[in-house]
């Protein structure tokens, strides 16, 4: 009796996995500021496409699984999002189900202090405005950087796609100089590799071997358990990260 009831189990899990793929749909992956436009998938015929989105996929990952705890609507979004780009996704899949959405008050924001906000009796007034002065300037000011070099990247990569690489490669040592100031976690950490990757699919066209090499030494620096998918990477660069892989 065992067997069957855990088909019964797994077809039903199955079913429901099928629906909530199903709901991603068109509307919700629209490219974000930053992102390239349309929204590259890791089937992507491009191959830089198709390695841009594995790296923002695992940078969702990351986020959505820190997100889980304290903020299951946020976590599920990031879940979401990563589905646009790798609809098969089990991890993704699961994690939609498993955050569950809540229910959030949202009272309305007013252009005012916050201490004029926070003089009412927080019980009585739940639903009076609350203030918006007071922001954390310096996570937004982070942000805003953030954003700033994901652009970057994407006119890297925009170069790179054109098969311009003699000016790709111009954009690269200020990029560099830019990342390394950036804050650290996993979205400079991503945007290192990204960067180190392209800049050596230039330098491999361009005849230029040693330099290409450079450049994956520095992706693996950032990123030491960097993989580049093989359906999407053309073999030049592959074999390139092997040997410089092998080199370490």
């Not at 992102?35 to 940078?59: G, H, I, K, M, V």
């Not at 990123?223 to 040997?243: E, Q, S, W």
């Amino acid at each position: 009796m065992g067997r069957p009831r855990q088909v019964r189990f797994d077809l039903l899990f199955a079913a429901v996995i099928a629906t909530v793929a199903w709901r991603v749909d068109a509307a919700t992956c629209d490219a974000w500021p930053g992102e390239p436009d349309p929204l590259p998938t890791l089937e992507d015929l491009d191959p830089l496409r198709a390695e841009w989105a594995s790296l923002r996929a695992q940078e969702l990952a990351q986020v959505a699984r820190s997100f889980e705890e304290g903020d299951p609507l946020r976590a599920q979004q990031m879940w979401r999002r990563l589905l646009c780009m790798d609809p098969a996704n089990d991890e993704a899949l699961a994690g939609v189900l498993r955050s569950k959405a809540v229910q959030v008050h949202r009272p309305p924001l007013v252009d005012a202090p916050f201490d004029e906000a926070r003089v009412r009796d927080p019980w009585e007034s739940l639903d009076a405005p609350l203030g918006m002065h007071g922001g954390d300037a310096r996570q937004q000011a982070i942000l805003a950087q953030l954003r700033k070099l994901r652009g970057a990247v994407g006119e890297l990569e925009k170069q790179v796609r054109a098969a311009r690489f003699a000016e790709a490669l111009t954009l690269v040592p200020p990029l560099r100089a830019q990342l390394a100031k950036a804050p650290s976690g996993g979205t400079r950490t991503n945007l290192i590799a990204q960067t180190e990757v392209l800049a050596a699919t230039a330098e491999l066209a361009l005849e230029r071997a040693t330099g290409a090499e450079a450049s994956l030494h520095r992706a693996l620096d950032a990123n030491p358990g960097l993989r580049l998918d093989p359906a999407a990477t053309p073999r030049k660069v592959l074999r390139a990260m092997d040997r410089v892989r092998d080199s370490r």
